[in-house]
């Protein structure tokens, strides 16, 4: 794949506005582990989320000092972090889309859930940003159809953090090749192309908040914790099989295994975290204790609902549209005493990001 276009480039520098809506995603069967450049070890396999996301406008017009620059605003105030690490990543770039450099940008954005406490906010923040910088390019220079856009949003996605690749499509989506699905890359998300089981269609994700605060260990050093990892070719072989019995689950509807791999993903994910050199932990002890409160009210009433968990806290409950009404029932009974004032976020699969006019 060859993106590099020093063509790219304005004779007149334009100025402009555009704006995107991009969703967060879960992941089913984890990434967790990379190579040089953001190459994931293992493919994974998430759904993109319909409420938890990202609204982005970017403002351009030509840059009047030496360099370009990048303000951000995050939720209404200004983001330097932010703005920095945009800044660094639209550098990042400059082979793919001279232009940047041309360019001041003024972005405001905004996310409808807590940003860095594991619901994949750089997910939708960097999906978001990658299909406006796309969209800049179809706008000025030439017209892509459909899948070459959102293929190379994915691209430029994957560079500003891996799992935001898997936000450009709605519905569920692969990342990483994989021999079952022909099109499957490590560079780029695919959206699942088997048909999804009516079960799955609409698959249900309550976020019940454990803590909202920041991570004490970032993802990116996470992931380099699986280099010298005791246990990463297991996992890494562990992923790819989990991953094919997962998609047979998806169309054949079958609940059962669906739960027995979708927590037992999210365990390992963890279970990596506690056996890295130095290990660290994410889950809280509320994150134990409403796993615990999941299992047996499945068990007693029979209910296809089960957890998976990013890397935080959080824990995201899982369930078909059909046992909707018992379930929210269950989180307001048993299991908002764990969530306190933070609450639940009520989300479902999603249709994708939308351009906003
Ligand atoms: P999370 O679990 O929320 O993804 P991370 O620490 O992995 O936590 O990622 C948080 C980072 O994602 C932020 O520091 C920021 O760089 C980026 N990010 C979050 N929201 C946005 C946004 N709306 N626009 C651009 N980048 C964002």
Known sequence: MQYKNP?????????????????????????????????????????????????????????????????????GESNEAFGNKTKIFFESLSDIFPFVKQFDFNISSENTFPHSAGIASSASGMSALALALCDIERTHFHQKDDSEFYQKAS???????????????????????????????????????????????????????????????????????????????????????????????????DLENFIRITESEALTLHAMMMTSNPYFLLMKPETLQIISIIQDFRNTTHTPVCFTLDAGPNIHLLYPLSVKKQVMEFVKEGLSPFTGNRGWIEDELGKGPQKIS
């Not at 454990?210 to 991570?215: N, S, W, Y």
């Open 7 to 75: 063509d790219l480039k304005f004779k007149v520098t334009p100025s402009g506005q555009i704006a995107w809506e991009s969703p967060s995603n879960i992941a089913l069967i984890k990434y967790w582990g990379k190579k040089e450049v953001q190459i994931p070890q293992n493919p994974s396999l998430s759904f993109s989320l319909n409420r938890a996301h990202t609204k982005t406008t970017v403002n351009y017009e030509p840059v009047k000092g030496k360099e370009s620059s990048v303000n951000f605003f995050l939720n």
């Open 155 to 253: 691209y430029i996605a994957r560079l500003g953090s891996g799992s935001a690749c898997r936000s450009v499509y709605g519905g569920f989506t692969i990342w990483g090749k994989i021999e079952a699905q022909q099109g499957t890359s490590d560079l780029f998300a695919t959206p699942v192309s088997e048909k999804i089981h009516p079960e799955f269609e609409h698959i249900q994700d309550t976020i019940l908040l454990v803590e909202t605060g920041a991570k004490k260990v970032s993802s990116r050093a996470g992931h380099a914790l699986m280099n010298n990892h005791p246990f990463a070719t297991q996992r890494f072989q562990q992923a790819h099989q989990n991953l094919k019995e997962l998609l047979n689950a998806l169309q054949s509807g």
